[in-house]
């Protein structure tokens, strides 16, 4: 139920970021959810993984009724994630809404 919420909130934050910078915002927002689940597919290969190598015997043992420790940090590295992806788009954006207001000014001038 967390992670819906999370997928949610995913959404609607890249949504947000497109709109502000006039883009698309749909396809953002599906990036955002994207990230989030590549995070925690990512996270859980690495893990089951670990255990397969580490504790042999315990992958047929697993169940999967209550939530462990490595759920809530799956969780925060995923939010961290989407947040890190969000950081680099609106630097990224911010940069392209500069470029051109630079580059109109330099129209005219010598190269001397």
Same mark, same amino acid.
């Given at each position: 139920?967390?992670? @819906?919420?999370?997928?949610?909130?995913?959404?609607?934050?890249?949504?947000?970021?497109?709109?502000?910078?006039?883009?698309?915002?749909?396809?953002?927002?599906?990036?955002?959810?994207?990230?989030?689940?590549?995070?925690?597919?990512?996270?859980?290969?690495?893990?089951?993984?670990?255990?397969?190598?580490?504790?042999?015997?315990?992958?047929?043992?697993?169940?999967?009724?209550?939530?462990?420790?490595?759920?809530?940090?799956?969780?925060? @590295?995923? @939010?961290?994630?989407?947040?890190?992806?969000?950081?680099?788009?609106?630097?990224?954006?911010?940069?392209?809404?500069?470029?051109?207001?630079?580059?109109?000014?330099?129209?005219?001038?010598?190269?001397?």
């Amino acid at each position: 139920m967390l992670g @819906i919420l999370i997928i949610f909130a995913a959404y609607r934050f890249y949504s947000s970021l497109a709109g502000k910078f006039k883009k698309v915002k749909w396809h953002y927002g599906l990036l955002g959810i994207g990230v989030y689940i590549g995070s925690q597919f990512v996270i859980g290969f690495v893990y089951g993984l670990y255990m397969a190598i580490a504790y042999p015997d315990t992958v047929y043992e697993n169940t999967f009724t209550s939530y462990t420790l490595v759920d809530f940090v799956g969780w925060i @590295i995923s @939010i961290g994630a989407v947040y890190g992806v969000y950081l680099l788009l609106e630097k990224k954006f911010r940069k392209e809404r500069a470029a051109p207001m630079s580059e109109i000014n330099e129209i005219g001038k010598s190269e001397a």
